[in-house]
């Protein structure tokens, strides 16, 4: 299950935008609230595993559900869902069943909370985070939910937390509402549990790619991390994003000492 781990982009003519659920949003955003963007996950094993081919490992969706409140300001709720399937999840014995929300402020997208709910083989894990502003800290919970009696791992506050970080699909969305060309760099405070990294996001060039969902003239931007990399032991992160007013999410490839995985979009729905 190594390359869905790796987890935690026209030519083809799609409808226009829904209107929005629960709230309007200005008619120049690329994306719809709403929208449902369902992914195909491939992974392709390490150098040393060069005797196993590339393999179907299963499906991931990404949400942005309607307007929502928090603490009195308007925000969106966000999901992400990754679960296993095909040749890989067969060979490792392993079924994989995540579950992440994210609520972030609606103009911004600095994330204000996160639910995480993870379910791979039999360890089971709930994490729950909130980011403090005001008090430059973020409460983090985390609880392994495998046993009969959870045992809490983790319950208390990290100081020096800057005042806007946003998640990695908060920052997606963020993105999105940019002008893209090639040559286009801009920075983002990521976080991912207690670490805040400084990313880079830069846009390479133009490429034709081929998805389940049709073939798409898309943005290659790639993501670095100014200290560290964005994944334990390194790996860099690569996102394609339709080059039309939509802005889609059509392709992303993760590569780590894992192996690669990759996301190819297979269905939009709004």
Same mark, same amino acid.
């Given at each position: 299950?190594?390359?869905? @781990?790796?987890?935690?982009?026209?030519?083809?003519?799609?409808?226009?935008?829904?209107?929005?659920?629960?709230?309007?949003?200005?008619?120049?955003?690329?994306?719809?609230?709403?929208?449902?963007?369902?992914?195909?996950?491939?992974? /392709?094993?390490?150098?040393?595993?060069?005797?196993?081919?590339?393999?179907?490992?299963?499906?991931?969706?990404?949400?942005?559900?309607?307007?929502?409140?928090?603490?009195?300001?308007?925000?969106?709720?966000?999901?992400?869902?990754?679960?296993? @399937?095909?040749?890989?999840?067969?060979?490792?014995?392993?079924?994989?069943?995540?579950?992440?929300?994210?609520? @972030?402020?609606?103009?911004? !997208?600095?994330?204000?909370?996160? $639910?995480?709910?993870?379910?791979?083989?039999?360890?089971?894990?709930?994490?729950?985070?909130? &980011?403090?502003?005001?008090?430059?800290?973020?409460?983090?919970?985390?609880?392994?939910?495998?046993?009969?009696?959870?045992?809490?791992?983790?319950?208390?506050? &990290?100081?020096?937390?800057?005042?806007? $970080?946003?998640?990695?699909?908060?920052?997606?969305?963020?993105?999105?509402?940019?002008?893209?060309?090639?040559?286009? @760099?801009?920075?983002?405070?990521?976080?991912?549990?207690?670490?805040?990294?400084?990313?880079?996001?830069?846009?390479?060039?133009?490429?034709?790619?081929h998805a389940p969902a049709g073939d798409f003239n898309a943005w290659k931007i790639s993501t670095t991390a100014i200290i560290g990399g964005? !994944?334990?032991?390194?790996?860099e992160f690569h996102i394609w994003l339709s080059a039309d007013e939509r802005k889609l999410p059509v392709k992303f490839e993760a590569k780590?000492?894992?192996?690669?995985?990759?996301?190819?979009?297979?269905?939009?729905? /709004?």
């Open positions: 299950m190594a390359g869905f @781990s790796l987890l935690t982009a026209g030519v083809l003519s799609l409808p226009p935008p829904a209107a929005a659920v629960g709230g309007t949003y200005p008619a120049t955003v690329p994306f719809a609230l709403g929208e449902r963007l369902t992914y195909k996950i491939e992974w /392709n094993p390490p150098w040393f595993l060069f005797f196993l081919p590339p393999m179907e490992a299963g499906e991931a969706t990404l949400s942005l559900f309607g307007e929502t409140q928090y603490q009195n300001r308007k925000a969106f709720k966000i999901t992400f869902t990754a679960r296993s @399937s095909g040749t890989l999840a067969k060979m490792a014995g392993i079924s994989i069943n995540d579950y992440f929300e994210f609520i @972030s402020d609606e103009e911004t !997208f600095c994330t204000y909370s996160v $639910v995480k709910r993870v379910k791979e083989g039999q360890w089971m894990q709930n994490i729950d985070y909130v &980011y403090l502003p005001e008090a430059g800290k973020l409460h983090l919970r985390e609880v392994d939910v495998s046993k009969a009696t959870p045992i809490v791992l983790r319950d208390r506050d &990290y100081d020096g937390i800057p005042p806007c $970080v946003m998640d990695i699909f908060s920052a997606l969305y963020f993105l999105r509402k940019k002008e893209l060309a090639p040559g286009v @760099s801009l920075h983002a405070l990521v976080g991912e549990n207690e670490v805040v990294k400084d990313v880079q996001i830069s846009v390479e060039k133009k490429e034709l790619v964005l !994944f334990k032991g390194g790996g780590t000492y894992l192996g690669k995985a990759t996301g190819s979009l297979k269905q939009v729905k /709004n």
